[in-house]
């Protein structure tokens, strides 16, 4: 890192720029939670400027994160505020900000609800199994493409009643958005999701399933019918949603379990801890680095924003800040269970977060009944993948 960086616009003060990458940044390609936010915390102010990736500022403490994702008013998901994310269709809800954010994620908020999600743990816990039995006699797997990117996916499929044989298609378009540095490919990337959502809508059209996809299609927003930009743009957001961030996570702490048998030994020994651990584990285990930008000329905690500033909040790192909690390198599975912010904060929090802890508790719960010991491949090394969601792109696992 560098403070003598090119291409500073002119309200953006030296001391707070620093030249990082967070896409290629060298800390990334090891054990990037940890060596990214000790470098961050210790050298770098809460809030710099990068020129990397088009310039844009960065916020590495969770406390600031909270409240500037929090007030939308000032810092903003809206595209008519952010030239780089001029997305065909708009992506709904998060690409909405109050009052009409709140209405178009009625329908969301209503399907991923606590008690609703509930009723599909039957469900998850069967498909883990099946997904574990697929590669319990093999010795070993590599994680990501043989769990990570089946589980996770067939279960959001089934949720928008969508055909687990098109999931290598839509894996392909979820990465391009989520791994690329280029803007074009991420706006290609949504046209293409909506374009896939386009073709399964017109069948949903008056139909009584209860999928998430039917039931966003026969919604409304504010008394009328979505338009076709609308239903696609929904439904964009929930294929990258479900297509990549709970492969991510789930990956990461399979990784972290992998290198500290001695904690997984715990979960073995005393299920009765997973739903506390899962939470821990999340902690350390974030993927998503949401996007906002300056709505208006203000000035937050001493750092000018012009309008259309773009702002990332480095919700992988927040989990490791010493301003939030004691010792937050140590994982602690006893830990009281904290607040962290691996879902974001404010009216644009992840939908689907309930659903996800599910998902995450019930693979632990089923996968150590199975396994009472697994380890990292020696003679394969693991390896990390970077973007605008985090994810491991291979662990590979032996056992027993």
Not at 9 to 16: A, G, I, L, T
Not at 137 to 166: H, N, Q, S
Not at 183 to 206: T, W
Not at 301 to 325: A, C, K, S, W
Request: proline fraction near 9%; aromatic fraction near 10%.
């Amino acid at each position: 890192m560098t403070a003598s960086v090119p291409s500073i616009p002119p309200h953006v003060p030296p001391e707070r720029v620093v030249d990082f990458d967070y896409i290629m940044a060298p800390e990334h390609f090891a054990e990037p939670h940890r060596e990214v936010a000790a470098m961050l915390h210790a050298s770098a102010p809460d809030i710099f400027y990068t020129p990397r990736n088009g310039g844009h500022w960065m916020v590495t403490r969770a406390e600031l994160a909270r409240e500037m994702m929090r007030r939308t008013e000032d810092f903003s998901s809206a595209p008519a505020h952010n030239p780089t994310r001029q997305f065909k269709p708009r992506m709904l809800p998060i690409q909405a900000d109050p009052p009409d954010h709140g209405e178009y994620r009625r329908v969301l908020a209503a399907f991923f609800a606590p008690g609703n999600m509930a009723k599909l743990e039957p469900d998850i816990r069967v498909l883990a199994r099946e997904t574990i039995d697929d590669v319990a006699g093999k010795g070993g797997c590599e994680f990501v493409t043989e769990f990570g990117e089946i589980f996770p996916i067939r279960m959001f499929l089934r949720l928008v009643d969508g055909p687990v044989a098109d999931r290598p298609a839509l894996l392909k378009m979820a990465q391009k958005f989520t791994r690329s540095p280029s803007a074009a490919d991420r706006a290609e990337a949504i046209a293409e999701l909506g374009a896939y959502a386009g073709r399964l809508i017109p069948a949903r059209r008056g139909s009584a399933a209860e999928d998430v996809l039917t039931r966003l299609v026969n919604s409304s927003f504010h008394g009328r019918q979505l338009t076709e930009d609308e239903e696609q743009g929904f439904a964009a957001l929930l294929f990258l949603g479900g297509l990549d961030t709970v492969k991510s996570v789930l990956s990461f702490i399979m990784l972290y379990l992998a290198r500290n048998p001695a904690q997984y030994r715990r979960l073995v020994d005393e299920p009765a801890i997973i739903p506390r651990a899962v939470e821990e584990l999340m902690r350390i285990s974030g993927a998503s680095i949401p996007e906002r930008a300056a709505a208006r000329d203000l000035t937050f905690q001493g750092v000018n924003f012009r309008h259309q500033d773009r702002i990332f909040f480095f919700l992988p790192i927040y989990g490791f800040d010493g301003h939030e909690m004691a010792d937050p390198f140590a994982v602690d599975l006893d830990r009281e269970i904290s607040q962290h912010l691996i879902f974001g904060a404010g009216p644009h929090r992840c939908a689907g977060s309930h659903l996800a802890r599910i998902e995450i508790r019930v693979f632990l719960e089923e996968w150590t009944r199975r396994f009472p010991a697994f380890r990292l491949d020696p003679a394969l090394a693991p390896e990390n993948d970077h973007g605008y969601v985090w994810t491991p792109r291979k662990v590979p696992l032996l056992w027993p």
